[in-house]
């Protein structure tokens, strides 16, 4: 009779590991994936910090500059120039003074 509560017992407790084991792996699981998302957007937040306001073609720094009241980014070393597609609408759309804009941009007295 002793031997039959023991087997009982022990078949109770490989249940127990059986059923906790599953519950275990899928919570390791989890966490696993948690941590790898997290990961992913650690690295893509440096990536974006990395590359914030930096040329895209010799890598310093970017300004900011308001030129008729539309904003660019120029490099600080190459002195490229970049728009973002809305500012480039604004410019093409909106702004009548395209010529005199572009001889601010490039730092040419106004001719009028
Ligand atoms: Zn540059």
Redesign the pocket.
Known sequence: MAWDTEDIRKGREDDWFHRNEAQMMEAARQRREAAESAKKTEASEELRKAHWRK??????D?EVETISGIEVER??????IFFDRGELEQLLVKHQDRKGFFRRLLGYPDSR
Request: aromatic residues 0%.
């Open positions: 040329c895209p073609k010799c890598g310093h970017m490099c600080t070393s190459c002195e490229g």
